[in-house]
């Protein structure tokens, strides 16, 4: 949804139903705090489940902060840093949650 703000006065002209056109980049960015916060809930979720030990706990935390990072960088009047929130932050989240997981499994094993 933050990457869509972008299209925003496109998506009106052409009537196109994004999220952003639909109900606004304020609104947009506020649904996208949610499924950001919805993201640290499942892997919290994950966590538990899993029986993960505490570096996958703290790889959670550290997205939660890179989560709010990319938050802090977009404003609905300012949308000139959506590009470093969705591509460098999402790609730093992605693979550090993939070597955090992979760490957790291989120095405390899984369900242990």
């Known amino acids: 949804m933050i990457y ?3 299209d925003y006065q496109f998506d009106r002209a052409a009537r196109l139903h994004s999220v952003p056109a639909r109900f606004g980049i304020p609104t ?25 030990g505490v570096i996958f ?6 997205v ?25 932050v999402n790609a730093v989240i992605s693979i550090g949650l993939f070597l955090i997981g992979w760490a957790d ?3 405390t094993g899984l369900g242990r």
């Open 4 to 6: 869509a703000c972008q």
């Open 64 to 88: 939660a902060v890179l989560l709010a990072y990319e938050h802090w960088l977009v404003r609905p009047e300012d949308l000139d840093r959506v590009n470093i929130a969705f591509f460098h």
């Open 57 to 62: 706990l703290v790889g959670v935390a550290i």
């Open 105 to 107: 499994v291989w120095f």
């Open 28 to 52: 947009a960015l506020r649904l996208a705090g949610l499924s950001h916060l919805g993201t640290v809930a499942c892997l919290v979720a994950l966590w538990s489940t899993a029986h993960l």
